[in-house]
């Protein structure tokens, strides 16, 4: 499913690749800053086909606060 995003860290990412359908109520993204946003959905539509769906989605979700991790978890996630 693709989704067009008003603003936030995807806001010129028109056309990006959205899990769905249906498309979720809540989509949370990773910004350059390295916290995370969350985006709501406002509606579906279509530019042109029916049977493909576009979602639109606007970034006035919370910021969800990073987490807090010790040293050892930060080397682990580096690692992968």
Known sequence: MRAIFHGG??????GRCVPGPPASDLLTVPSAGGDTR???LRTVGSWSDPDDPIAVYDP???VVPPLLLTDQEKEWLREG
């Open 60 to 62: 006035d979700g919370p």
């Open 38 to 40: 969350v985006y709501r």
């Open 9 to 14: 860290p995807y806001g010129e990412d028109v």
